[in-house]
Nanobody, 123 residues
């Protein structure tokens, strides 16, 4: 059974940083594309960033230059480094596995999801 467990969220002041982690189990982690999404209250889930099995990365325009996705295949973990946080970054952040390696930013293309971790940015 594939499982994804996020951690690292919390309450932080604007301008601060966080590093989110997502530990995967039950799959050959190095073979799959992993992504991060977020969902703010009252809004749809939106794409944040993805990293392919070949370590190619893609980010949403809204987070470029502030968010960095990376992976450690030895630890079966994907990370999201978030810098220069803004109040509008407040959301639940989810990691997901794209088992078809589509490389798509569409949430529907991701097969397995974590439970999410809350990030709250105060102004």
């Amino acid at each position: 059974q594939v499982q994804l467990v996020e951690s690292g969220g919390g309450l932080v002041q604007a301008g601060g940083s966080l590093r989110l982690s997502c530990a995967a189990s039950g799959l050959t982690f190095r073979s799959y594309t992993m992504g991060w999404f977020r969902q703010a209250p009252g809004k749809e889930r939106e794409f944040v960033a993805t990293i392919t099995w070949a370590r190619r990365t893609y980010s949403a325009d809204s987070v470029k230059g502030r968010f960095t996705i990376s992976r450690d295949n030895a630890k079966s973990t994907v990370y999201l480094q978030i810098d220069s946080l803004k109040p509008e970054d407040t959301a639940v952040y989810y990691c997901a596995a794209d088992l078809q390696n589509s490389g798509s930013p569409l949430a529907a293309r991701y097969d397995v999801w974590g439970q999410g971790t809350q990030v709250t940015v105060s102004s």
